[in-house]
């Protein structure tokens, strides 16, 4: 029997893609090609553009609630190039639009984070090790450090809704834009239609009618030239005279082709949905009908979990300390919500807080 010295140290490794998005569907035995949704060209949609944008900026303006002052300076100065508000804001947007999103954490000779730095999603490979001993990320720097490992603990992996599919298991997240794909891919393509048709459409606009029977091709192009000399530049708009071998026949636009500008939308209300954003709070006009603003508020407080808890965990597990996002710190900029709250509690017939606490807690606010 030949013993293989080397068996103990072999290892087996399965490669999770950082995209839920597959190249193709198969369909009875064809291949049909899925596009994927670039993060450039969905955010040319203005309402995914305000949902991304506002969602990312309110989570990035929350304060930072832990213990761990190591973590509480990271979170303020992640590195030397950006502020904590830009880089947690740039965070979130490649977690709205990717599902995914990777930022290294950088120790010194005593194994203490000193850096945090993030990093696109296309320049990530994960790699799940032996029996699912660990995950090992190669990160592709576009600079001369190179292709660099780097191990699960050092890096901070922030994931949506993360399921088994593709192989990626439960360690791969998948973007909210994978709801939309067909809608923005139907959506492009009626554009096309909708500007190729207005273009057929519109031309010609005028048909000259010559009352002779034949003419020819410079006849033609003389009357032609004619009619538009007398009739455009500094004439445009004058009376048009016609002598009485030619008539004049204005083409209308087909009504149809009105319709084609209004088909096949995707309404704020569907991207809201796939973001689990209430509508009533990002459009001006709807949240101005509802009666009661708190209630809308905590709806979208309630709706930005979704979005601060992988970050709250992904913190407590790398950082090993308890974490919080004070949503509070971003939605209530006025103190509006906190002042209503303090005043119910300390008002009444059996207030829970006593006058001068109740004060304190202003007063440590900034309110007072």
């Not at 939308?265 to 809201?272: F, G, H, R």
């Amino acid at each position: 029997m030949v013993i293989n010295p080397f068996k103990p140290r072999m290892t087996r490794s399965q490669y999770i893609p950082t995209s839920n998005f597959m190249p193709f569907n198969v369909s009875d035995g064809i291949a049909i090609p899925n596009a994927v949704i670039s993060a450039e060209y969905a955010l040319t949609n203005s309402d995914i553009f305000s949902i991304v944008h506002r969602v990312s900026a309110d989570v990035s303006a929350c304060d930072l609630r832990t213990n761990n002052t190591q973590l509480k300076t990271l979170y303020k100065r992640p590195n030397a190039l950006i502020n904590g508000y830009g880089f947690w804001e740039t965070v979130m947007a490649n977690l709205l639009l990717n599902g995914n999103a990777f930022v290294v954490i950088t120790r010194d000779t005593t194994s203490n984070p000193i850096k945090l730095e993030h990093v696109p999603l296309s320049q990530i490979q994960m790699e799940m090790l032996d029996a699912s001993t660990g995950i090992l990320y190669t990160v592709n720097y576009q600079d001369e450090r190179g292709s660099v490992k780097v191990n699960s603990k050092d890096m901070l992996h922030f994931r949506i809704m993360p399921f088994n599919s593709q192989g990626a298991l439960q360690y791969s997240g998948m973007s909210p834009l994978t709801s939309l794909a067909t809608e923005l891919n139907t959506q492009d393509l009626s554009n096309k239609l909708t500007v190729n048709t207005l273009k057929h459409a519109i031309n010609p606009s005028v048909i000259l009618k010559s009352l002779a029977p034949t003419l020819s091709d410079d006849s033609k192009e003389k009357i032609r030239k004619d009619f538009e000399s007398f009739n455009g530049g500094d004439n445009a708009g004058r009376v048009a005279v016609m002598t009485q071998d030619l008539e004049m026949q204005q083409v209308q636009i087909n009504a149809d082709v009105a319709k084609f500008l209004s088909t096949v939308s995707i309404s704020q209300t569907q991207i809201a949905k796939a973001f689990c954003i209430d509508v009533s709070y990002l459009d001006s006009q709807k949240g101005s009908q509802q009666s009661n603003i708190e209630q809308i508020r905590s709806l979208y407080a309630d709706s930005l979990q979704t979005y601060m808890k992988p970050i709250e965990s992904e913190l407590e597990m790398k950082f090993n300390c308890d974490v919080n996002l004070d949503v509070n710190s971003a939605i209530d900029i006025d103190n509006q919500n906190f002042i209503n709250n303090i005043s119910k509690l300390s008002t009444g017939t059996s207030p829970v807080v006593p006058a001068d606490i109740a004060l304190q807690a202003l007063q440590s606010k900034g309110v007072i």
